[in-house]
């Protein structure tokens, strides 16, 4: 009884084989055929793994991405933070010995700073169809992100 399961299974596998030779050769065949029939840019196995390349590629550009747009706003709150601490603490030393202060029309490189960082949050918002949202805190790259993945 033994055998004849063993005897079975050795059917089995040399059946695989033989249709896995087969595929083999089909697939040998259809890439003569293409090859001759089809332009090499036109050629339709190319094609699909020209796409298959493209869509890994696409994953890693979207990983990056992410990367590049988090280290963006990491740069723009830092950039912000410096500023504004600077700004105030200038400030400071402007009440302490008695100078008027500067006000934000009276300091054009702040007001410039301000006028992109609302710009750009207004055109990343715009993207993604959030403008009613005023939110200081609200995290302009995810707004960004999505906005590229969604207009791809």
Request: aromatic share 4%.
């Amino acid at each position: 009884m033994g055998h004849h399961s063993h005897q079975a299974a050795d059917n089995v596998v040399n059946l695989l084989k033989k249709a896995n030779h087969d595929l083999i050769l089909v697939q040998l065949k259809l890439e003569k055929e293409f090859q001759q029939v089809y332009p090499d840019n036109a050629n339709p196995m190319k094609l699909v793994n020209r796409i298959k390349k493209i869509q890994e590629d696409l994953s890693i550009l979207k990983e990056q991405c992410g990367e590049l747009l988090a280290a963006k706003q990491d740069l723009i709150d830092k950039a912000r933070t410096s500023l504004v601490g600077n700004r105030n603490q200038i400030q400071r030393m402007q009440a302490s010995v008695r100078i008027p202060l500067t006000t934000v029309d009276e300091d054009p490189a702040f007001a410039n700073f301000n006028q992109i960082i609302d710009e750009w949050t207004a055109q990343v918002r715009s993207r993604t169809g959030d403008e009613g949202q005023n939110s200081e805190s609200e995290d302009i790259n995810n707004l960004l992100f999505s906005a590229i993945v969604h207009s791809n």
